[in-house]
């Protein structure tokens, strides 16, 4: 079982995938297979990764639990890389998920996510995989990850995540990984998510980036593409 975060660090594009160690005792043979994965094509993630290559370094913040395809993926690229693997469903609790509840502080909430994130002050996210993990917390919370997040976004910072086409109906979860630039691996869970928010809800919550684009990517999913 992982715990809630993970990072790796890349030396160079010859360090070999088994080579990597993980922070805090981790090794990636403990990161989850592609078993039961199936590939789908994507139209943003071109868009996502579009200058990829000209960049020297890569800080990449990913709200899953971690991947070992994710991690194949940014080490075949030319890039030192750093990711962080956030393990963001170890704060789908109560106390977060009752903020429009008063039960909550909102400046408790952004400190709860900052300390939970573990990014240091210097920290700068140039790749920010939030997948479904957003319809995991009522919007006050999206919100407040948000705020915890912006000092950490700039002008160049890239993301990319999912909405829902019809927000009064349930959205398929599932557990996500990349595969190609163009490709994602998706293992869809039995459950659906606990909410189900609709590109504008989205927009008018998680305002520490725009969405500049959303197209649909299978039954009930909107793919989103996030800028500065």
Request: hydrophobic fraction near 40%; include cysteine; charge should be negative.
């Amino acid at each position: 079982m992982l715990n809630r975060k993970q990072r790796l660090t890349r030396e160079g594009p010859s360090k070999k995938l088994h080579d990597m160690a993980f922070r805090r005792r981790h090794t990636v043979s403990e990161v989850p297979t592609t078993a039961s994965r199936y590939p789908v094509t994507s139209r943003l993630l071109p868009q996502v990764f579009a200058n990829i290559d000209q960049r020297k370094s890569i800080q990449v913040l990913d709200l899953g639990g971690g991947s070992a395809q994710t991690v194949a993926f940014f080490s075949s690229l030319p890039a030192k890389s750093r990711i962080i693997f956030a393990d963001t469903l170890e704060l789908v609790d109560v106390r977060l998920n009752t903020l429009e509840d008063e039960e909550v502080d909102f400046s408790q909430a952004v400190e709860a996510w900052r300390q939970h994130l573990g990014l240091s002050p210097a920290d700068k996210i140039d790749y920010l995989l939030l997948w479904d993990y957003l319809h995991y917390f009522k919007p006050a919370a999206v919100e407040a990850l948000s705020s915890a997040l912006l000092p950490h976004i700039h002008q160049e910072t890239k993301g990319y995540g999912f909405g829902s086409l019809h927000s009064d109906m349930p959205m398929p979860g599932g557990t996500y990984a990349l595969d190609t630039e163009e490709t994602l691996l998706i293992k869809q869970s039995p459950e659906p998510l606990l909410y189900s928010h609709s590109q504008q809800v989205i927009a008018d919550h998680f305002m520490c980036m725009r969405i500049s684009r959303g197209t649909l990517l299978r039954e009930g999913h909107l793919e989103l593409l996030f800028e500065a």
